[in-house]
């Protein structure tokens, strides 16, 4: 297989955007990694466009807009992972030596509240709304390890904290432990300030082999690891992880070992914080800390802008915002800028490695349906 | 004996696939589950296919309380047709699975890991034709 390095980014300042399809403005995200890459745009030789809520072909309806078109374009939908994998889909083109150059894209628009189900995941008929799912993850971990409500309340305040800083961000503004603490709660555990909000949004990268990255456009960001899986059936009662849990952890483990890595190699992430237990579980699944320590990793500002780890510098999915389709490709746009010290306010001072990690699709019996791991240097 | 599952069978909306439940002349509600004959994992719902080995060869077996509340969510926000707040948890039979579902009936005081759960059967959410859907449901055994 070939080396493959991330050569272009480009994203749009997400947002509501109510009077606009995503026509009108993903494709300003793929023009800006487009100029940022260098690249003739006659030389991408494919395209992958993740979106769960785009409908048939958005990605030729997007790149018409451009003039853009004849090329493959392959259009992908894995729920919160889609933007992942549309990254692994592309990937593999390239690394399989079929494409030189490939544009990744992921973009969606939301609807305003809860995410609705599927008519087959049962178990959301009975109640168990998306919140209710990562407030029973929560649930689960105060009592077994004594996560508290107040770190719970901390990732938010980290990641308002870090959002701020973020001039593409959602919501650029700070919260209290106070603020997030007494929101109204939605699953307890969980309260607003605890939930993504309902946000917009499209982000784009260009990848390229060694031989095009030594070419053109910015400092070339290796990918060293690119890992899809899906959940498996899993029995807590007979003492066996949770299948949420077990699919990050098969996840992690493969991006390690694919790139010839472990978790302390790594200077900055971005973790799947739709909810904020997510990002503690984040912490544990991916050997950032032992099994039950990640409320502690937050209360210790290991993962503060700062510490010496930090997780998720973009504002995460809580402040940047959490539009399906392109949170996958938007965390990469973020940890690529990083690793070419690009972030302004927010840099990570002198980070060599970044992982990137998402999970999604509520599937009872197997958990989640997908997670992807990335793992990128230079 | 009379089931609500074959009402909703009756029905020509698509329904969730939560699983079927029996309740017997004395009012004790069983699931409907499957047991491998090649590896005995228990699986509610059916799978006629082994959640845990891939054998084929499964059967039904009825799955009866009591369950010990394992996790548990007060939820404030839902979709239309549900009463608020709505308490769902996951009930584990014996070592052997755990099943979610509502938990009715029960105050906040007493909810605690480790609650002794009885099924039952009532009405979950009333759908955008004003039909009561019912399903199994918990409820703190009565001593
Ligand atoms: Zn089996």
Not at chain 1, 101 to 126: D, H, Q, W
Not at chain 1, 127 to 138: D, F, H, I, V
Not at chain 1, 154 to 175: D, F, I, T, W
Not at chain 2, 104 to 114: K, T
Request: net charge negative; glycine share 12%.
């Amino acid at each position: 297989m070939r080396e493959v390095f991330v050569i272009g980014s480009g994203m749009i300042p997400f947002g509501r955007f109510p009077q606009l399809m995503l026509e009108d403005f993903a494709g300003k995200a793929v023009s800006e990694a487009l100029s940022d890459s260098g690249v003739d745009r006659k030389q991408i030789g494919m395209a992958v466009f993740s979106t769960s809520n785009g409908g048939r072909v958005a990605g030729q309806r997007v790149l018409r807009e451009l003039s853009l078109t004849g090329m493959p374009i392959v259009n992908v939908e894995n729920a919160c992972a889609g933007g992942g994998t549309s990254l692994h889909v592309g990937w593999m083109a390239v690394a399989s030596g079929l494409h030189d150059v490939v544009l990744v894209v992921g973009m969606e628009k939301m609807e305003k509240g809860l995410i609705p189900p599927n008519p087959g995941e049962y178990e959301s008929f009975l109640g168990k709304t998306l919140p209710a799912k990562y407030a029973l993850r929560a649930s689960k971990h105060m009592q077994r390890y004594g996560l508290t409500k107040e770190q719970l309340a901390m990732v938010s305040v980290k990641n308002h904290r870090a959002g701020a800083l973020n001039p593409n961000a959602h919501y650029q503004e700070e919260v209290t432990l106070e603020q997030v603490l007494l929101s109204r709660p939605v699953a307890e555990p969980l309260t607003l300030l605890q939930c993504c909000p309902t946000t917009d949004g499209a982000a784009a990268l260009i990848i390229a082999s060694a031989e095009v990255a030594r070419r053109v456009g910015q400092k070339p960001v290796r990918i060293a690891a690119s890992v899809l899986k899906s959940g498996i059936y899993r029995n807590p009662a007979k003492g066996q992880s949770a299948s949420d849990d077990d699919l990050a952890e098969r996840a992690g483990l493969a991006a390690y070992e694919m790139a010839g890595m472990q978790p302390s190699d790594v200077n900055v992430a971005e973790v799947h914080d739709a909810f904020t237990i997510g990002e503690i579980l984040a912490y544990e699944n991916l050997g950032f800390c032992p099994r039950g320590e990640g409320g502690r990793l937050v209360e210790e500002g290991v993962t503060s802008l700062g510490g010496r780890l930090p997780v998720n510098p973009s504002g995460g999915r809580l402040s940047l915002g959490h539009p399906l389709g392109a949170t996958g490709v938007a965390q990469v746009v973020e940890l690529s800028r990083q690793l070419q010290a690009r972030s302004g306010a927010r840099q990570v001072g002198g980070a060599k490695t970044a992982l990137a990690h998402v999970q999604g699709g509520s599937t009872p019996g197997i958990g989640t349906g997908a997670a992807t791991v990335h793992i990128l240097t230079v | 004996m009379t089931t609500k599952t074959e009402k909703v069978e009756a029905s020509t909306k698509i329904r969730p696939r939560i699983g079927r439940w029996e309740v017997d002349d004395h009012n004790e509600v069983a699931l409907l589950g499957t047991r491998c004959a090649a590896c005995g994992e228990v699986a509610f719902p059916e799978h006629q296919i082994c959640v845990n080995c891939g054998s084929e060869s499964t059967e039904v077996v009825r799955i009866k309380g009591p369950a010990t509340l394992r996790n548990y969510t007060i939820v404030h926000q839902l979709p239309p047709g549900y009463e608020r707040p709505w308490v769902v948890g996951y009930g584990e039979f014996d070592g052997q699975l755990s099943v979610l579902a509502p938990i009715v009936a029960a105050s906040r005081d007493e909810l605690h890991e480790g609650l002794s759960l009885s099924l039952c059967v009532g009405v979950t959410k009333v759908d955008d034709d004003g039909e009561e859907m019912y399903s199994y449901q918990f409820t703190p055994t009565k001593a």
